[in-house]
């Protein structure tokens, strides 16, 4: 056990270890919650800790390797999951005032297999409120610190995953997508981010956001870990009706891509995501994979997608009025603080004005206005033509390639403070994220090797159902 560093634990290593009698789950959960009271003091990365649990659940570990039970590779593996998907018996906040005090009624679809995998949930990780954010500044309860500078934000909306993966405090993390959360945080502190295609993870018990483009998915310290965990995530669920069939389809490639078939794969880089705004040491970072990338013997060649610049536009109407329309259950009755009112309005009213922070609000007002009648031609179904079209772009460029490489943030992580009072500036960050929830694509992040500098990832985006694509690219990247 003492010589077992925190910091050079994986999944896969976690796993190989527990077999080997290095240490016991117990003794691994434990380290974790020791190191995290001393360093989450830094970084913020959680918003509620559940040691009992916690426990209980190594222990079941334990037991199994004891009684020489098969043990599933996610076995004691003590997780982090963020505060938008739900947990029995625990509180699930979504970083919002108006969920302070709500416990969840029942797992979602991904903790009851994470439950039954035998994993370890050591808490709730911040985020930004509702997850809408690119910093998780919007949080109402806490500020998380990026853990390679303690004066830079993680990145959001998954900041507090992405953090607790960077500084050891916990083995891997659970987030969720719907215009980069993931992926952004993750490539903001140097982990591995992967948005799954629409559809391939239940989002049942995530407290929705916009839920034509919610995805839950895994941020880890390896492209490995990632494959690992969301294998364990994803399937067809009777509970969310957009989870599909084609779920069901993983293959041996996900787990165990072949150098072979990886080789084969034609990587496109598109002109459009190569623009003005992009920082010079990101342009930079993103050539040297690109080389790397073609020394595995993968080809490599431009592509084009015409429409990435309407993407942000399209996002900032579409995600609203599924905001609008998703956040109207927390009234006071169903969800919220039931403050004292006289009348049923009244009520709406205090409640939604005390819980709500001022991104909830900006959005739920802006998804309102592209709703109603005389601007929903205008702007709401307009934004849906528009999405036709970004998705079109991607079949059109998958007819010639397989995978495609892209940035995925415009510059590395940015000051705390440096952009909450100018929201577009914030919303930028999310330029290159975005298309990929429009067109339902899986994405990954991975981050970029260097000796030094803030984190910088790039991003491969795979065709529907081809996570194993992009995957198989990033494990022979990562071990170059
Ligand atoms: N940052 C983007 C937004 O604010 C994406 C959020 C997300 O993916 N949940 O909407």
Excluded at 303 to 321: F, Q
Excluded at 363 to 388: D, P
Aim: net charge neutral.
């Amino acid at each position: 056990m003492s010589h077992v560093s925190l910091h050079s634990l994986t999944i896969k290593k976690f796993h190989d270890g527990l077999l080997k009698k290095e240490f016991s789950a117990l003794e691994m959960t434990q380290a974790f919650f020791g190191w995290i009271e001393k360093k989450d003091k830094e970084i913020g990365a959680y918003l509620s800790l559940h040691k009992d649990e916690a426990v209980c659940q190594a222990e079941a570990a334990d037991l199994k390797i004891a009684k020489g039970e098969p043990l599933n590779v996610l076995a004691g593996a003590p997780l982090a999951i963020k505060d938008n998907i739900l947990i029995e018996g625990l509180p699930a906040t979504a970083a919002s005032k108006i969920l302070e005090n709500y416990k969840a009624s029942y797992d979602a679809a991904v903790i009851k297999k994470l439950k039954n995998a035998g994993a370890v949930f050591l808490g709730k990780t911040n985020m930004d409120e509702f997850a809408m954010g690119s910093s998780t500044e919007n949080s109402a309860f806490q500020k998380t610190k990026n853990p390679h500078d303690l004066s830079r934000v993680p990145g959001g909306s998954s900041g507090g995953s992405a953090a607790a993966v960077a500084a050891h405090l916990a083995v891997a993390a659970l987030g969720s997508d719907t215009g980069g959360s993931i992926r952004q945080p993750a490539a903001f502190c140097g982990a591995v981010g992967l948005k799954p295609t629409y559809g391939a993870v239940s989002r049942y018990g995530l407290i929705a956001m916009a839920s034509s483009l919610d995805q839950i998915g895994p941020i880890t310290k390896t492209v490995e870990d990632a494959a690992i965990l969301f294998k364990e995530i994803a399937g067809q669920d009777a509970m969310d009706s957009t989870s599909s069939p084609q779920a069901r389809d993983y293959g041996e490639d996900l787990l165990n891509p072949k150098l072979e078939d990886v080789k084969k794969l034609r990587v496109g880089i598109p002109d459009e995501y190569f623009i003005d705004g992009l920082d010079k040491e990101v342009a930079a970072k993103i050539e040297e994979a690109i080389s790397s990338i073609k020394s595995l013997g993968v080809k490599v060649q431009k592509t084009s997608l015409p429409h990435t610049k309407y993407a942000l536009s399209c996002y900032y109407i579409i995600m609203p009025a599924e905001v609008s329309s998703n956040l109207e259950r927390f009234d006071g009755i169903r969800y919220g603080t039931r403050q004292k009112a006289d009348n049923l309005l009244e009520l709406y009213k205090k409640d939604r004005e005390s819980g709500f922070g001022a991104e909830a609000k900006r959005r739920i007002l802006l998804g309102t206005f592209v709703l109603s009648s005389g601007y929903y031609e205008a702007y709401y179904a307009k934004a849906q033509k528009v999405r036709r079209l970004i998705a079109q772009d991607f079949d059109e460029a998958f007819r010639e390639v397989d995978v495609i490489l892209a940035p995925v943030t415009p510059t590395p992580a940015f000051k705390i403070g440096e952009k909450t009072s100018d929201p577009l500036s914030m919303y930028l960050s999310d330029i290159f994220t975005i298309p990929a929830n429009l067109a339902g694509l899986p994405a990954v992040a991975i981050p970029i090797k260097a000796k030094a500098g803030l984190p910088v990832g790039f991003q491969l985006i795979g065709r529907h159902w081809r996570e194993a694509d992009i995957l198989g690219i990033g494990r022979y990247y990562e071990q170059l």
